[in-house]
């Protein structure tokens, strides 16, 4: 049998290193993946004159899975988020944002469990209806949810508890007052549910969803919510677990998903071999589960879970003194 080819997309800042620990640490575990490397973000910018370089979408088109390291988007006008156009060209509907409790990294929580589903291409990050009048005095944009595209979202949401033996989703809106998108989103909520009985569904406004993450964060499980209010809900729900540091996050389409690091690219430590790799280790984790490899996902997350434990060998954000090599060596020693 041939090798899985994987897209690599090392990126910007620290991207580079921190997707370099990661796959030194897929070839420890013995997955036998084929690396293609393509460029996107600052770095494709300045070699090719593009953000994302037709050679890099042909090969996420052809090998249907893709693990990257973050990506600058220059701010100002003229460049819109690379984030945003992968998901929007290659229909990544879910974004999925799983975040645990790790011992040793000092968060403020130590039993978090929880997943969160968001909508990926539709809501106010649609891009549609965006304008700003002449005199720059007034700004519009429009807010799009579909029922087919809270249906798709809803029913993976659902599935994905089914399939994880997880027992409660909670459906983040804002039906009270956006009783259009948010409404429509909810009634589609309530109609999905209904066909999976043994998954209890709550229903929560977003900022009593805010509230009570901060609260009382050990009663969520499964979280299903709009664009928007799913991209603020994962961090938040990061911030528990120790940051963005802690946090990977996949966006899966019909065909096609993309797994990566959900932080920035932190140009003030690039070069510095400092970084802390865990979010894109957890993200290629994300994609063993996918491509079907959970053994060996649920090993490489034991070797990080005990590296942290220890914390001999961490990084600074973690309270440790350890460079991003050594981190990595010490995972792959535990490997």
Request: glycine share 10%.
């Amino acid at each position: 049998m041939s090798s899985q080819h994987i897209t690599v997309i090392r990126g910007d800042g620290i991207g580079p290193s921190i997707v370099d620990a990661t796959t030194a640490i897929l070839d420890a575990a013995g997955c036998d993946f084929e690396y293609d490397y393509v460029e996107g973000g600052l770095t494709a910018l300045e070699n090719s004159g593009e953000l994302l370089p037709q050679a890099t979408l042909d090969a996420i088109a052809r090998n249907k899975v893709a693990l990257k390291g973050p990506l600058t988007t220059p701010i100002g006008k003229g460049f819109s988020s690379i984030n945003v156009d992968l998901r929007q060209r290659f229909q990544l509907y879910a974004n999925v944002r799983p975040v645990i409790s790790f011992q040793g990294t000092k968060a403020r929580y130590e039993n978090i469990d929880i997943i969160t589903v968001r909508e990926n291409t539709e809501g106010m990050y649609s891009g549609k209806g965006q304008t700003v009048s002449d005199d720059d005095t007034i700004a519009e944009a429009l807010s799009v949810i579909s029922r087919g595209g809270a249906e798709r979202i809803l029913r993976f949401a659902f599935e994905l508890a089914q399939r994880e033996g997880r027992r409660k989703v909670t459906v983040v809106h804002k039906a009270n007052i956006l009783k259009s998108t948010s409404g429509l989103f909810l009634r589609v909520a309530r109609e999905i549910a209904s066909h999976y009985p043994e998954i209890e569904m709550v229903e929560m406004i977003v900022d009593n969803a805010c509230m009570q993450l901060v609260m009382n964060p050990e009663q969520f499980d499964v979280i299903v919510t709009t664009n928007l209010f799913g991209d603020i809900l994962s961090d938040l729900c990061a911030g528990l677990v120790g940051g963005l540091g802690m946090a990977p996050g996949a966006n899966i389409g019909t065909d096609c998903a993309i797994f990566e690091a959900v932080h920035g690219s932190a140009p003030d430590i690039a070069g510095k071999n400092i970084a802390n790799p865990t979010s894109v280790i957890l993200a290629a984790c994300q994609m063993l589960d996918y491509l079907g490899m959970g053994a060996k996902a649920a090993k490489i997350r034991a070797a990080l879970r005990d590296v942290i434990a220890k914390g001999e060998h961490t990084t600074g954000d973690l309270g440790g003194s350890a460079s991003t090599t050594e981190f990595t060596e010490a995972v792959i020693a535990a490997l």
